[in-house]
């Protein structure tokens, strides 16, 4: 089946400290979305990546979608106690139908202590 | 504007009963997704629609599971009977084309 690994699986920081966590796929993807969940609250998108590439930031969050469209990277910078929460990486893969149907990495938590 | 609105946001029900929980999509989006999520298996799509019809239903768990989208606006998700082991956040998103736009859950708990 298709396979989407995401690492780390979690990680502790310090406020100040910068992050990056990754995820790469078994199969070509034509669509990355990284998304950040909070305790309580549902996915919210953080940012979207159409080509291979791109490099893209958000504020303090830039995610590349990688030259080879099986991997993807999102950094966060000066990392503050309000990232905490558990980032996912989503993509669509390419070729045939799937109207919008996105595989999931398992999640990176995220613990940033004061 | 208003997001995917999703209910209720909780429910406890006890083994055998009927559950239903409803999803009200972002106006216009065309494909609709349920989701469930938990500690052990992360987050899992149940069933995806698309112009109200039902793409794929693979990740439905048994029999118990259904799916509705009767129009445009509104979707359900049925479980009949319930068991605790279906106790999880179950999560609706709908999506105009690649991004998909979560609500805010409901959380499940079957006693």
């Known amino acids: 089946g298709q396979q989407l690994n995401q690492s780390p699986q979690s990680m502790f920081i310090q406020e100040g400290e910068d992050v990056s966590m990754n995820c790469t796929s078994s199969s070509i993807f034509n669509t990355w979305l990284w998304y950040k969940q909070e305790p309580g609250e549902g996915p919210v998108l953080l940012i979207a990546?159409?080509?291979?590439?791109e490099l893209t930031s958000n504020g303090r969050l830039t995610a590349q979608f990688g030259i080879t469209r099986k991997d993807s990277f999102l950094n966060i910078s000066a990392s503050i106690p309000s990232d905490v929460g558990i980032y996912f990486c989503?993509?669509?893969?390419?070729?045939?139908?799937?109207?919008?149907?996105?595989?999931f990495g398992q999640g990176t938590i995220l613990t940033v202590h004061p | 504007d208003a997001g995917v609105i999703q209910s209720p946001r909780h429910e406890v029900t006890e083994m055998g009963q009927e559950v239903t929980l409803r999803c009200k999509p972002i106006s216009g989006h065309n494909s609709l997704f349920w989701y469930r999520q938990t500690m052990m298996r992360g987050l899992e799509l149940l069933i995806y629609?698309?112009?109200?019809?039902?793409?794929?239903d693979s990740g439905m768990p048994e029999d118990r599971f259904s799916a509705k989208m009767p129009n445009a606006s509104f979707s359900t998700l049925k479980i009949q009977p319930s068991e605790p082991r279906d106790s999880a956040v179950y999560f609706c998103a709908s999506s105009p084309t690649n991004e998909q736009f979560f609500g805010p859950g409901t959380r499940l708990t079957v006693l």
């Open positions: 989503a993509g669509q893969y390419a070729g045939g139908t799937s109207y919008g149907k996105l595989t």
């Open positions: 990546l159409y080509k291979a590439g």
């Open positions: 629609f698309n112009n109200n019809v039902p793409i794929d």
